[in-house]
C-alpha cells in the first residue's frame, strides 16, 4: 500500500519540475544560489536544540536510496519525523483507495475521443507498468501520468527516501507524523478538471522519449543536491500540471510552515519532503529564514556533494 502512497508523493514533487520556457528569464532573476545540499540544519529563536530539513525523491533508483553519516546523524539526534505525509499510518493507508477514483464514476474512457484512448491502450500494452491501464480506468488521470514517471526511472530496483528513512526511525521506536493528510494531497487533484488530466495523460505518452530525458535530469540532480538546478528545472522545463505549480508546491509549502514551526519548539525534528519544495523564492528554506530561522547546509556524504 505505502507504493501508492509514494506514487502520490512522485507525481506532486514530480509537477515541481516543470513550467513554461518563457518564465526562464523571470526565474533567473527570483532563485537563490544555494550550496549543493539536501539536508539542512535548522536554529533559531526558540528551539532548545537544531532541526533539520531534507529533501527526499519518493522514487529512486534503490542504489540511490540509501542513509548518509549525516542523515543518519540527524535521525539520531530528532526526537520525531515528518514527511509530507504520515506513511506508517494504516488509516491513512486503508483510505487511500477513496481518494484516488474519479468523482461521478466517470472513466478515462469517457475524457478523450476513440482514437486518443487507443494511443492510451497502445502504451500500456507495449509498456510495462505498476498497474494494468484495465485497473486504473476509474483513476485520476494524473495518478496514472505519475505511474508512468515510475516506469520511466533507469533501473529494474527502486525505493524512496521516505522508506528508508522510515525504517532507521521505526528502528529507534520515534514518532512519525505527516504535515498533512492523504485526503489533502488527493483533493489537490480534484482542482483540476479532469478533462485536462486526461488531456496531459495523452500527452505525456506521445512525447514519452522527451519525459525520460526529464526524468534523468531530474535524478543527476538530485543525486549531485543541485539545489539550483532543480529551482531552475521547476522553473524552466516543459510540463502538463505546470500552470498549477501554486497549487502544487507553493501553497503547501506555506501551509506547513506553522506546522513546523510548532513542531520544533517542542524538541527536535527531521522534516522530510520532496526536494523541489526546498529551494526557490517561495521553497520551504526561504520561507522557515523569514519566519527568522537560520539554516546551514549539512555533508549528506551519499552522494559526494562538494558545498
Known amino acids: 500500500m505505502r507504493l501508492y502512497i509514494t506514487v502520490i508523493l512522485t507525481l506532486l514533487a514530480f509537477s515541481g519540475f516543470s513550467q513554461k520556457k518563457k518564465q526562464a ?8 544560489t544555494l550550496a549543493h545540499s539536501l539536508l539542512w540544519e535548522i536554529t533559531g529563536p526558540g528551539l532548545g536544540k537544531p532541526s ?3 529533501g ?3 522514487i529512486l533508483c534503490a ?3 540509501r542513509i548518509s553519516d549525516s542523515l543518519q546523524f540527524a535521525i539520531d539526534q530528532s526526537a520525531l519525523t515528518y514527511f509530507e505525509v504520515d506513511m506508517d499510518n494504516m488509516a491513512e493507508t486503508l483510505g487511500l ?5 474519479m468523482q461521478d464514476g466517470k472513466k478515462l474512457s469517457d475524457l478523450l475521443t476513440p482514437a486518443e484512448y487507443q494511443r492510451v491502450k497502445d502504451y500500456f500494452e507495449k509498456n510495462r507498468t505498476i498497474l494494468p491501464l484495465g485497473m486504473m480506468e476509474r483513476f485520476k488521470p494524473y495518478f496514472i501520468t505519475a505511474m508512468l514517471t515510475e516506469s520511466k526511472m533507469p533501473c529494474e530496483t527502486k525505493n524512496g527516501m521516505e522508506e528508508m528513512i522510515m525504517r532507521a526511525v521505526k528502528k529507534q521506536q520515534k514518532q512519525i507524523y505527516g504535515l498533512e493528510s492523504i485526503a489533502f494531497q488527493a483533493s489537490v487533484f480534484d482542482s483540476i478538471p479532469y478533462e485536462k488530466q486526461a488531456k496531459d495523460l495523452l500527452q505525456a505518452i506521445d512525447s514519452a522519449g522527451k519525459e525520460d530525458l526529464t526524468t534523468r535530469k531530474m535524478l543527476e540532480l538530485y543525486r549531485t543536491q543541485d539545489m539550483q538546478g532543480i529551482d531552475q528545472l521547476t522553473l524552466t522545463e516543459e510540463g502538463g500540471v505546470a500552470e498549477y505549480l501554486e497549487l502544487f508546491l507553493y501553497r503547501r509549502n506555506a501551509n506547513w510552515i506553522p506546522i513546523m ?3 520544533m519548539k517542542k524538541g527536535p525534528v527531521l522534516f522530510a519532503v520532496g526536494a523541489a519544495h526546498l529551494p526557490g523564492k517561495k521553497g520551504v528554506i526561504r520561507l522557515l529564514q523569514q519566519s527568522g530561522y537560520r539554516l546551514r547546509p549539512m555533508r549528506h556524504g551519499v552522494y559526494e556533494a562538494k558545498l
Open 25 to 32: 528569464a523571470k526565474a533567473q532573476q527570483v532563485s537563490d
Open 52 to 54: 533539520y530539513l531534507f
Open 56 to 58: 527526499t525523491m519518493h
Open 63 to 65: 542504489q540511490d536510496a
Open 97 to 101: 483507495f477513496k481518494y484516488i477514483r
Open 261 to 263: 514551526d510548532s513542531a
